[in-house]
């Protein structure tokens, strides 16, 4: 036993191992492995060192320097004796077993005599290596004045092996952790021995091979609404002004009920105009008729008096008739769907303006806008489902109709193909709501459906 060892080192060693199985952190841990093994083996300068992140912990030093020689000078040591001892116990050490330009420094900044103890399975907190085995090397350097003797050796090992066990303890971490998964497949993916991993890594190619060669069916969501399938659209069927609505909006209606009229007081004045313009155009005729019989000269006219008349009745009837349309009916009964009333009282429209539908609340059926890029062939029949916003979790299903051939323009200024769709059954959801519209085409491999966009706009990048 060396002059500076303890008196009675088991004892000391069971105190030490207390210690290291109540430690709080991994700061006391490194602490005690720095400076408290002192009791059991003479030194003067130690370094906790771990492959990942370099010196953790320096003997006498609170806070370490990355960027100092020393520190930089100890990290290029450790790391060249765990790459020559990664398995033994605890050894001695010497600037030979140094690459040159390191061992060359070695009196600079180390004593004479060292010990190197390797340390294996170890993990700074943070880490998310899942087993000991893939864990980074770590180990323990002290160096002395004096070298120690086997007995210091025997010592030393079984104390870093006790306080290995409570580095681990400290570091122990749920096997299934979702943090923990990378780190997993990763310390699985590069694990022993070489020709096993290579097998291994064969396998997943192949498997990842055929998982990709899959067939899946191939689908593009659209923004999707539900409409009424078979609505009938009332147009103006006149030039005029509105004057008011029998109607509010999404009232039920049946056929024939009143919807809206136009003001009255300019069809009302042409009719006054066009009544008295044949009252004129009559008295003409009789007075030509009485002519006719004292003077038979003035018989051609009658002709031209007749056929006056005939055509202000025909005036007279036009306007009549533009008199019962500006009183607008149902067609048939359903739901009347059109905006806010007081947005359409006072406005001028033209002749064919829609101004609102009415349509059978369960004749619906879905429409769906397929952005020109997401376009993908569609068989007849193909299956459709609407994943309405105000209920995500029942999809509306439907089969498809049809689906247009030319893109056309949207209000928001896109370009898009419609798509109309049957529902499969009677659904409980208004008319009117929007969600997105999830089509499928044919079956295609995996890697296509992943890669068919990227391909797409690629191939338009090289067409340019």
Known sequence: ???????????????LSRRARAAASDN?????AVNDTRELAPYRQAALWFGVGGVHTLSGVVAIEANA?????????CRALAAQHDSSGALAVN?????????AAWSEWLPAFATWVPLRGLHRRGDTQPDAAAADPAGLLLAGDTALSPEELAVLEEWMDTWQHAWRVSHRRSAWTVAALP???RGWWNARPQGKRWRRRLGVGLALLVVLCLPVRLTVLAPGELVPANPATIRAPLDGVIADFSVRPNQMVAAGAPLFSFDQAPIDSRLSVAREALSTAEAEYRQAAQLVLNDPRAKPQLAT????????KAQLGFLEGQAQRSRVMATQAGIVLFDDPSEWIGRPVQTGERIMQVASPTDVEIEAWVPIGDAIPLAENAPLHLYLAASPLS????????MSHRATARPDGSYAYRVRARLSAPVDNRIGLKGTAKLAGERV???????????????QFLAL
């Open 69 to 77: 020689p020393y520190a930089q000078w100890i990290d290029n040591a």
């Open 28 to 32: 006391e841990l490194a602490f005690m």
């Open 305 to 312: 008096l007749l056929g006056k008349i005939t055509e202000k």
């Open 395 to 402: 999809p509306v299903s439907g089969t498809l109709r049809y």
């Open 1 to 15: 036993m060396s002059p500076g060892a303890p008196a009675n080192p088991l004892l000391t060693l069971i105190e």
């Open 445 to 459: 491999p995996l890697i296509y459906w992943m890669l068919r966009r990227p391909l797409a706009s690629i191939r």
């Open 95 to 103: 600037s030979a077993q140094l690459p040159r330009e390191v061992g």
């Open 183 to 185: 780190a997993r497949l």
